[in-house]
């Protein structure tokens, strides 16, 4: 599925512009240990987390993930966001909690196979 | 109740704040304010243990109308309080956010979870905070149902 | 749902059972830092924590917000002395190979819905 359709169907908020609107999303990510990030998760993941200070960027720049979803309504700062644009991470938002968007993200995901 | 709390003490780290709670649940202290207590103490304890030169003390009143919860130590002392209260704000050292903490809302997390909030620092002398928590009546007054 | 289904569900062992034999999962948190737990503050007691953490922090976390069942997923193994802390207070403790995503996944596609929390306002939204 592309990450362009997760945005549009979950209206989620555009930290930065996406990177690369053709990408597909391999799979869903929960999680908030940057150690577990870069040992677990897959390129081209959707990492969902309230983390969202520099590091963030990155740990997805580094493990070639789709995109960043940070959730419950946290917002990265200018700093953060400038940086992800120069790096080509793509951070996305969104007001619910983790346990929800992890719940909707795998709903749409599994609706497509 | 008065607790010792050890600098650097991770492993016990919450462990004084579950006894206050469930000592202020045993003596009758409605639910709603014992978990508030709870937390304030819990976020007040780990921040002795991340942050404190030397830990500190996390003491316990109960009185008629109010809970009060008092953290104490003796440095370093909190530079900008008012940046330390923001939300998201954080000094903790790796070792800390490594384990899940530090994510700089302690201070925030007591001023919401307190009726009555205050805090003095000053560098090189140490910090007190001293929080106010009003009991409720109806212990399940702020509750929908429950068991 | 029950706990037995939840388990069966998320391929979960049941460490400790827990007093509560009607007990219903009704709601859920997912969180690995312990500190966004403790804005649950405003949530309910029949909240299940989900997280990846077996720290000692997060038993005694568990005892202050009156949390209903914990879930340690990730194929983390809690400690004795976590389970140990989970039978003291009754409560449901289960563990799973499965991933954060995909457990919560499961929940939310049974019926467990989020818990209503009321987070405090970041610094950065004022920027």
Redesign the interface.
């Known amino acids: 599925m592309k990450l362009t359709e997760i945005v549009g169907q979950l209206s989620l908020d555009l930290f930065t512009p996406i990177s690369d609107p053709g990408a597909a999303v391999t799979?869903?990510?929960?999680?908030?240990?940057l150690?577990?990030v870069l040992s677990?998760a897959l390129p081209g993941n959707l990492w969902?987390t309230?983390?969202?200070h520099a590091n963030v960027v990155a740990v997805a720049q580094v493990t070639g993930l789709s995109a960043v979803l940070i959730v419950?309504?946290?917002?990265?700062?200018?700093g953060v966001r400038e940086q992800a644009r120069s790096s080509g991470v793509t951070l996305l938002g969104s007001t619910?909690?983790?346990?929800?968007v992890?719940?909707?993200?795998?709903?749409l995901l599994?609706a497509q196979r | 109740m008065k607790y010792r709390i050890r600098a650097g003490d991770i492993e016990h780290g919450g462990s004084a704040s579950a006894k206050i709670k469930s000592e202020l649940t045993r003596v009758g202290i409605d639910e709603f304010t014992a978990r508030r207590a709870g937390i304030v103490s819990f976020e007040a304890e780990m921040n002795l243990i991340v942050y404190s030169d030397s830990g500190g003390t996390l003491s316990v009143r109960v009185e008629p109308d109010a809970v009060v919860v008092e953290a104490r130590d003796k440095g370093p002392g909190i530079e900008d309080i008012d940046l330390a209260m923001t939300p998201g704000y954080s000094t903790a050292p790796e070792w800390a956010t490594d384990l899940g903490f530090g994510a700089g809302m302690g201070l925030a997390n007591i001023k919401k979870n307190s009726d009555g909030f205050e805090i003095e620092s000053r560098i090189g002398e140490g910090t007190t905070i001293r929080c106010r928590l009003d009991r409720r009546e109806n212990p399940r007054i702020d509750h929908q149902g429950g068991s | 749902m029950r706990l037995d289904e939840l388990a069966m569900t998320i391929e979960g062992e049941t460490l400790v059972r827990g007093t509560r034999s009607d007990l219903q999962i009704e709601h859920a948190y997912a969180a690995d830092l312990l500190s966004d737990v403790l804005s649950l503050a405003e949530g309910e007691d029949r909240t299940t924590l989900v997280t990846g953490m077996i720290n000692p922090q997060v038993m005694r976390m568990a005892e202050i917000l009156s949390i209903a069942a914990v879930i340690v997923v990730r194929g983390k193994l809690p400690p004795q002395s976590m389970v140990e802390y989970a039978q003291e207070l009754g409560i449901p403790l289960l563990a799973t190979r499965k991933t954060l995503f995909e457990t919560c996944g499961l929940m939310f596609a049974h019926g467990v819905s989020p818990c209503q929390t009321k987070p405090v306002h970041d610094m950065r939204d004022h920027q």
């Open positions: 799979g869903g990510y929960s999680g908030d240990l150690s577990h677990s969902i309230i983390q969202h419950d309504g946290k917002r990265p700062n200018d619910e909690s983790a346990f929800e992890a719940g909707r993200v795998r709903e599994a």
